[in-house]
Nanobody
Framework: QVSLVESGGGSVQAGGSLRLSCVASGSTSNNKARAWFRQPPGKQREGVAAIATGGIPTHYADSVKDRFTISLDNTGNTVYLQMNNLKPEDTAMYYC???????????????WGQGTQVTVSS
């Protein structure tokens, strides 16, 4: 079993930055990938960024390329999402996930955090 706890969400104005963190605990050795997903109000959950626990490869949704960066700490237990130049359309609940393959498809992830809210005002 793997537990994931996100932090770092909040409210910012357009153009601002936030850094999300997700700490994994439990039986993490078999989970070779971490990812961030988001669910805007009234919409489906979508993949934002994914990374293998070795650091590569990484994958990004087209909508966040060149603005968001996913990374891991040295232990591989904490995954970060640095979000720059935030836009109102980035407003969503952001979820951390752990799985076996670095992909932006939710079905490949077995463990999910409770989410952290990001709100971007214009």
């Amino acid at each position: 079993q793997v537990s994931l706890v996100e932090s770092g969400g909040g409210s910012v104005q357009a153009g601002g930055s936030l850094r999300l963190s997700c700490v994994a605990s439990g039986s993490t050795s078999n989970n070779k990938a971490r990812a961030w997903f988001r669910q805007p109000p009234g919409k489906q959950r979508e993949g934002v960024a994914a990374i293998a626990t070795g650091g590569i490869p990484t994958h990004y949704a087209d909508s966040v390329k060149d603005r968001f960066t996913i990374s891991l700490d040295n232990t591989g237990n904490t995954v970060y999402l640095q979000m720059n130049n935030l836009k109102p359309e980035d407003t969503a609940m952001y979820y951390c996930a752990a799985g076996y393959t670095a992909t932006l498809t939710a079905a490949f992830y077995d463990y999910w955090g409770q989410g952290t809210q990001v709100t971007v005002s214009s």
